[in-house]
């Protein structure tokens, strides 16, 4: 196969290690954009949580739950890593 | 610390602390319940709460009404500055600056205390070092002979200027009235000046300085108008609200009260104000309707504190309402005192 904008000839172990690298790179923005996503989130949360925590000690318990519940979303992202690695 | 830190963390953290603390205040119906205890019995009910600490440590110096006021004041001090203290960045700033009028009420507390040859254990009683002159700085100036000395110490505050320009007329006059006012003039000028110095959240601060402004305002003219002795009444009048001062000075002529309060109405596009001037058509006394404004400003501020979860406005209407907590809380104790109906002294508060 030629590749079209280089003009280099493809042979077929280079088109499937190409498709493995592209698979890890997809792998790896999926668990890195949701860990943004996750810290992002939690910023907000993890800030509240202290403030009320602070304030109130019996808080503590449920403004960890609160603040790990992003987590989710590096979660989902880590499955679709996984689900493209392997 | 928190200066060098970015983002909105700062904010959520000490919006929150102050939510936390705002929902720890006492309930409308707790002042109900309060209404039908004695003093010994209300000093009881509020080492219950957040008042512990102070009825405790004053327990052995003070008792009856006195503790309550002293320990009411502490705390209120106390907290003051302990917001000060966790609150970040550019929210310190306009927080000082706004806390800068309990430092106008202590000077003229002291002034007029000073005045009227009032011992400094007594006047002590009543100042509260919520603003930027510590209990120190204050028992300095307690210590001082006259109003002049006391003037004279000023030396090196933001008071100074106008203290010191001010105080041999008002003394001459045994009035401190327009030193007052001058005071609170220049004070409002400062937080609009900081208001517009172009901080991050300047323009959330500049709305609840023109709100404050605008009720100050408001209750002056209800004020000056059931008095009616003064012809031109732009000398009292705080620039920089809604209002301009010569419309201020247009409403104040107008003969009839409903007419006047039909002016206000027009102009002052606030919810909360626009019912509570509602309310105040017909006969009405001075005492309500400042009790009634008072009410409307700070729905009006809870209303711009959900507007904005995350700005200064949740701190300052934690402030105002911690204040007002102590405000009831001493009128309650006060009525008390003076046997009061439980009627007369439900009108007083703020709820």
């Known amino acids: ?47 509240a949580a202290v403030g009320a925590a602070a304030e109130n000690k019996d808080m503590f318990g449920l403004a960890l739950l609160f603040t790990v519940i992003p987590e989710t979303i590096v979660i989902f992202g880590l499955v679709v890593a996984l689900l493209l690695l392997f | 610390m928190a200066q060098a830190m970015s983002g909105p963390a700062p904010y959520i953290y000490v919006c929150t602390r102050t939510r936390v603390r705002k929902a720890k205040l006492l309930p409308p119906e707790e002042y109900a319940r309060m209404l039908n205890m004695s003093i010994h019995e209300i000093t009881r009910f509020i080492e219950e709460t957040e008042y512990k600490k102070e009825i405790d440590e004053l327990g052995t110096s003070f008792s009856g009404i006195d503790l309550i006021e002293t320990a009411l004041s502490w705390n209120l001090a106390k907290e003051y500055q302990n917001i000060l203290d966790i609150t970040p960045g550019t929210l310190k700033v306009f927080i000082k600056a706004y806390l800068r009028h309990w430092d106008i009420q202590n000077i003229l507390t002291l002034l007029r205390g000073k005045m009227q040859g009032l011992r400094p254990g007594k006047i002590k009683e009543v100042l509260i070092p919520a603003g930027s002159l510590d209990r120190v700085f204050l028992d300095r100036l307690l210590m ?63 709305s609840f300085i023109q709100l404050d ?27 920089g609200g809604s209002f301009s001062v010569d419309e201020l000075q247009q409403m104040y002529v107008i003969k009839d009260q409903n007419e006047f309060i039909e002016t206000l109405q027009k102009r002052m596009t606030v919810k909360p104000v626009q019912e509570a001037l509602e309310a105040m058509k017909g006969a009405r ?53 003076s046997n009061l109906s439980a009627d007369r002294i439900r009108a007083c508060l703020v709820i």
């Not at chain 1, 030629?2 to 493995?20: F, L, Y």
């Not at chain 2, 006259?146 to 041999?168: C, F, M, Q, W």
């Open chain 2, 144 to 206: 001082e002979e006259t109003p002049e000395r006391v003037a004279e110490t000023l030396k090196g505050t933001d008071l100074y200027h106008i203290v010191n320009r001010e105080i041999s007329r008002a003394v001459e006059a045994g009035t401190f009235s327009h030193m007052e006012n001058e005071l609170y003039k220049e004070f409002y000028a400062g937080l609009l000046d900081i208001a517009r110095a172009g901080l991050k959240g300047g323009s959330q601060f500049l």
């Open chain 2, 285 to 337: 006394s001075g005492h309500e309707i400042d009790v009634g404004l008072t009410r409307s400003q700070l729905e009006q501020m809870e209303r711009m504190s959900k507007i904005n979860p995350f700005s200064v406005h949740p701190i300052l209407v934690y402030l105002e309402r911690k204040r007002y907590e102590v405000v009831n809380l001493r009128a309650i104790a006060r009525g008390k005192e």
């Open chain 2, 213 to 239: 402004i605008d009720i100050t305002n408001i209750r002056n003219l209800f004020r000056l108008r059931a008095d009616q002795f003064v012809e031109n009444i732009r000398s009292m009048m705080i620039p």
């Open chain 1, 1 to 47: 196969m030629v590749d079209v904008t280089t003009g280099v000839v493809m042979t077929e172990e280079m088109i499937k290690a190409s498709q493995v690298g592209m698979k890890a790179i997809g792998a790896g923005m999926a668990v890195g954009l949701t860990g943004i996503g996750t810290g992002l989130a939690e910023m907000s949360i993890g800030a």
